[in-house]
């Protein structure tokens, strides 16, 4: 199986701070990556697919990059929408695997 | 309007069977795979497998292979998630989510169905 490891496990930040969220694959993966965001109580929802691409109806302040075993995602200007939980996700073989999440508190 | 609206919340007791479900509206259903994930009390994601209602072809995770049984009514819309004998440990809120069209990324959701199992 394919490892995705995650860092941080959280992060505190103010509203209009930029933050990046890691995600590192324990072999190749080429862009198979996703980002999801979910809010408590909620399913999650796609942001990022094929490491890069951003999914109809994501904000603009959201991107991801990366290739191989190492990702990013940044969120440019945090806003009170953006408190939530973070994963990233393997889309190269089954199975597929999450990373553990990365949590966006308010400072 | 894509939907995927998931059967209501089940309190069960060790050694019960169990079966949940997820409709599918808004799409063809039969031309999307169909994945289910399990979210344990405070932790993180975990795929357990997924099915083409088209043809029924399923694959599990190795985790959750013989644990479960994915399966879908392609006359119905409907995909399904069963137990023939729960435990404690199956205590979780569990998602189906559509496939994007060729790669395994999900773009919908549905709003989950959380599994209690108590004796």
């Known amino acids: 199986d394919i490892q995705m490891t995650q860092s941080p496990s959280s992060v505190s930040a103010s509203v209009g701070d930029r933050v990046t969220i890691t995600c590192r694959a324990s072999?190749?993966?080429?862009?198979?990556l996703a980002w999801y965001q979910q809010k408590p109580g909620k399913a999650p929802k796609l942001l990022i697919y094929?490491?890069?691409s951003l999914q109809s109806g994501v904000p603009s302040r959201f991107s991801g990059s990366g290739s191989g075993t190492d990702f990013t995602l940044t969120i440019s200007r945090l806003q009170p929408e953006d408190f939530a939980t973070y994963y990233c996700?393997?889309?190269?073989?089954?199975?597929?695997?999450f990373g553990g999440g990365t949590k966006v508190e308010i400072k | 309007e894509v939907q995927l609206v998931q059967s209501g919340a089940e309190v069960k007791k060790p050694g019960e069977s169990l079966k949940i479900s997820c409709k599918g509206s808004?799409?063809?259903?039969?031309?999307?795979?169909i994945a289910w994930v399990r979210q344990m009390p405070g932790k993180g994601l975990e795929w357990m497998g997924i099915?083409?209602?088209?043809?029924?072809?399923?694959r599990y995770s190795p985790s959750f292979q013989g644990q479960v049984t994915i399966s879908a009514d392609k006359s119905i819309s409907t995909a399904y998630l069963q137990w023939s004998s729960l435990k404690a440990s199956d205590t979780a809120m569990y998602y189906c989510?559509?496939?994007?069209?060729?790669?395994?990324?999900?773009?919908?959701w549905g709003q989950g169905t959380l599994v209690t199992v108590s004796s």
């Open positions: 808004g799409y063809s259903f039969t031309n999307y795979w």
């Open positions: 099915i083409y209602p088209g043809d029924s072809d399923t």
């Open positions: 996700q393997q889309a190269n073989s089954f199975p597929l695997t």
């Open positions: 989510a559509r496939r994007t069209g060729t790669t395994e990324f999900f773009d919908f």
């Open positions: 094929a490491a890069s």
């Open positions: 072999q190749g993966i080429s862009t198979w």
